[in-house]
């Protein structure tokens, strides 16, 4: 067991009120784009946009000026900070603003328009346990909601203030550190706030990984991805955040929840499945042991090119069945593999992954691209990179590193308020069905976006994860609309996604979370009688709903 109390101490704080240190400079979020202030795009770059969209759509696009925050007009805090708590409590204007919403387009859309309809009131930034739970004390008697706050990259309204109440949002970036490290059990105890980037460097000199690499990587903690049953690296076998937590320790208004570390249990139902997924309605994380892994050495790929969407399906289906559980797995159907990993358009792209640190993947890939050939599937050998352990990249060639280049990271917010109008949705559905649902979310969906964006919308779709009953589409639209109307385009297309995801059987969600966005069909995908007992549940440890109102369930 390695203890680095001693260490943690005196090691300066890894993110400082959503700002990220690195060596002695630092720099704070954007309030409105995905990124670091520094990296918000300039008047030039969002002019050069624009008269590129306008070239390609045939219209006239004018960008707006960027935002000042010293002229939004946000609602005076309705709540009072007591003295005691002032030391880390804030309510100056880019506190509140930047606390006040997720990372969606519409909540990026609302930002740049300098639109705060519902700030938070007071945004909390406790240091320690007792500060966290002094926080929460003072919010049950000033009878102020409760937001937990990870490091806002939530596309589902999931950290956006009720309306009405008034809301104290807790950020939970001072809890920042990695803890404990049992290197004999694999696993380390990680406080929640931490950053991904953070948690991987203090991993990293004990030779050690969490893997767990969502696309909100960068800018999401620990926390938010236990809260939201985050999706990660891998493709199969460890696909979400679940199969990492051994155990939780989470504040609740009634006290403190924390499990016993354990491998596995039939102890009756969960309490750290209880936890995971719970999205800030049950209490505020605090830290978790989770299970890690000594950093791979040996890794394989290969991008594998199929005539039709099916056949590559087909193979998807077939390498998962044989239980080979490669890191990466994915297909993109053809207008996927023509935007992000230049093919031609007509093609559909197959990219498998394998890795570990212990042995070579040379097998494993090889079983894979023979079964993938079996269906159909076209890969010459010398595109098929394999390292035995001599730290050599794989993947970063052809089709497949294009298509990882173009997939790494998110957007900084170039096109917000252009009139460009983009999201995605995803979804999981069993073997059996997927053909049918595809072909039922195309046509309803296609329907909605041609007849909102006419010919400039796009739909494709790729595969995030696979598993040996069912695979997880993700679905990728956008289409050219009008400025100052792209909220209300927006809506009507995630409205027939939504329901025909629904309708022809899939989940509301896969790792995305609900959060107030997806309420409408989460209610009607879950069984009544479970909702009933999730409000048992919060009744029994917020029994003033304090806690996030309004997401997974009402009071």
Request: proline share 7%; with cysteine.
């Amino acid at each position: 067991m390695t203890i680095l109390g001693p260490e943690v101490a005196e090691r300066p704080s890894a993110t400082l009120r959503g700002a990220i240190v690195s060596g002695a400079m630092a720099t704070r979020r954007s309030f409105w784009a995905w990124g670091l202030e520094g990296e918000e795009p300039t008047e030039t770059d969002r002019a050069k946009r624009a008269e590129e969209l306008s070239r390609r759509y045939g219209t006239t696009i004018t960008p707006a000026p960027l935002p000042d925050l010293a002229q939004a007009a946000l609602r005076p805090p309705r709540v009072r900070v007591p003295e005691a708590l002032q030391a880390v409590c804030a309510t100056d204007p880019w506190e509140r603003a930047f606390h006040s919403h997720g990372s969606h387009f519409t909540d990026r859309t609302h930002a740049f328009n300098l639109r705060f309809e519902n700030p938070t009131d007071v945004v909390a930034h406790p240091r320690t346990e007792a500060e966290l739970t002094a926080v929460l004390d003072w919010c049950s008697t000033t009878d102020a909601k409760v937001v937990p706050f990870g490091a806002g990259s939530s596309v589902v309204w999931g950290v956006n203030p009720p309306v009405a109440d008034r809301v104290v949002t807790i950020a939970m970036d001072r809890f920042d550190q990695v803890l404990e490290i049992d290197a004999v059990s694999l696993a380390a105890r990680i406080q929640a706030g931490i950053y991904g980037p953070a948690l991987e460097d203090q991993l990293r000199p004990h030779g050690f990984t969490l893997r767990h690499f969502p696309q909100s990587f960068r800018f999401s903690t620990l926390g938010g991805w236990i809260a939201t049953r985050s999706g990660g690296h891998y493709a199969t076998n460890h696909t979400h955040i679940d199969d990492f937590v051994e155990s939780v320790r989470m504040l609740t208004p009634q006290g403190w929840w924390e499990s016993r570390r354990l491998p596995g249990s039939g102890a009756g139902p969960s309490p750290d499945r209880m936890v995971i997924g719970s999205e800030g309605i049950l209490g505020v994380i605090t830290e978790a042991w989770m299970r890690i892994q000594r950093r791979p050495t040996f890794r394989a790929t290969a991008g594998i090119v199929f005539p039709s969407w099916t056949a590559g399906a087909d193979a998807v289906r077939q390498i998962v069945q044989a239980k080979l559980w490669p890191a990466n797995c994915r297909i993109l159907d053809p207008v996927e593999a023509g935007r992000a990993a230049g093919l031609d358009g007509t093609q559909t792209l197959v990219i498998v992954g394998f890795e570990s640190a212990d042995v070579s993947q040379r097998h494993n890939i090889g079983v894979a691209v023979e079964l993938a050939r079996g269906a159909g599937g076209v890969v010459d050998d010398s595109a098929v990179s394999v390292d035995d352990g001599r730290g050599q990249p794989t993947g970063r060639g052809g089709a497949v590193g294009a298509w990882r280049d173009a997939f790494i990271g998110v957007g900084p917010g170039l096109d917000t308020s252009l009139g460009l109008v983009a999201d995605t949705f995803e979804t999981a559905i069993t073997w059996d069905r997927w053909p049918e649902f595809d072909s039922v979310v195309r046509t309803k969906v296609g329907a909605a976006l041609r007849e909102v964006f006419g010919s400039t919308a796009e739909l494709s779709c790729r595969f995030t994860h696979v598993y040996p009953d069912g695979p997880a589409p993700y679905y990728t639209w956008f289409g050219m609309g009008k400025q100052g109307s792209e909220l209300t385009q927006w809506a009507e297309i995630k409205h027939a996604a939504a329901e025909a995801v629904l309708a022809a059987g899939g989940t509301i969600t896969h790792h995305h979370a609900v959060g107030r966005m997806h309420r409408p069909q989460y209610d009607r995908q879950r069984p009544d009688l479970f909702a009933e007992a999730l409000r048992a549940a919060k009744r029994a440890v917020d029994p003033n709903g304090l806690l996030n109102p309004g997401v997974l369930i009402d009071p």
